[in-house]
């Protein structure tokens, strides 16, 4: 039973990853380890840039109205651009599962060129929002840097849980690895551990505070409201 549900998630793993459905004649080689760094940094990339739109989507109506200024047409662009780099970030992170069942399985990578074009075209799309995001809303960068101070520990435990994840994936590897191979994996295994256990004694996070250290309440909380609201404020004076 076992191996039929592995034999199915092989089926299922290659045919998305290679778009190949039956085994390869030169399924022996050694397993190209670069499809797979692509593929991960690619999932990184894509979940770092749905962060980033979730850190400004407070000022999504000032995204919004840079736009609509160049391109004169009024739509709710940063609505758009958040359900694209959700559709891409989920693409990354589902190729990257399949990679992972594959190297579990000792199946070799093939990445299909169809996969390589999707991820030119995230690239490209990134690199240019960013640099939009740089060029017309500079002021947003310190929210990122903010947000990401106070989700700092939050992102810590899903990482640690991510690497509790994968572990099983990359012990298997290591055992069915040669000897300097198990040296390569054991060593990065170990720097990304430690990297990640190690990094809350950098974190500093308003959100872990001691109680004598919390700041004064403020007297004034105020919200800017709905946009949207405030232009009436100067249409309804003429009207009468």
């Given amino acids: 039973m ?17 778009c190949r459905w039956t085994e390869s004649s030169s399924q022996r080689r050694k397993c190209r380890w670069l499809s797979l760094l692509v593929v ?10 749905l962060y980033i739109c979730f850190a400004i989507s407070n ?24 359900i694209i780099s959700a559709v891409l970030a989920s693409y990354c992170i589902l190729l990257l599962l399949f990679a992972l069942i594959q190297v579990a399985l000792a ?3 093939h990445l299909h060129w169809l996969h390589k074009i999707i991820f030119c075209f995230c690239v490209i799309f990134i690199t240019a929002l960013a640099s939009g995001v740089s060029i017309k809303g500079r002021e947003e960068w310190p929210t ?11 992102l810590q435990f899903g990482a640690v849980g991510a690497l509790t994840l994968l572990s099983p994936f990359v012990f298997h590897r290591f055992h069915l690895a040669k000897t300097r191979s198990k040296m390569v ?20 996070s ?5 109680v004598q250290e919390l700041p004064e ?9 709905a946009p949207m609201v405030s232009v009436l404020f100067y249409l309804a004076p003429p009207c009468k």
Avoid at 185 to 204: D, E, Q, R, T
Wanted: aromatic share 12%; hydrophobic share 55%.
């Fill in 2 to 18: 076992l191996s039929q549900v592995c034999l199915c998630c092989l089926f299922f793993s290659r045919g998305f990853y290679s």
């Fill in 40 to 49: 991960t940094l690619m999932s990184l990339l894509s979940l770092c840039w």
């Fill in 59 to 82: 000022d999504q109506q000032n995204v919004n109205e840079v736009i609509f200024r160049t391109l004169k047409t009024w739509l709710n662009y940063f609505l758009v651009v958040v």
């Fill in 107 to 109: 199946e070799q990578l």
């Fill in 144 to 154: 990122v840097l903010t947000l990401l101070q106070a989700t700092a520990p939050f």
């Fill in 185 to 204: 994996i054991a060593g990065m295994f170990l720097v990304v551990s430690a990297a990640i256990f190690l990094c809350p004694l950098l974190i500093h």
């Fill in 206 to 210: 308003p959100c872990l505070i001691e």
């Fill in 217 to 225: 309440k403020p007297k004034l909380i105020g919200h800017r409201g």
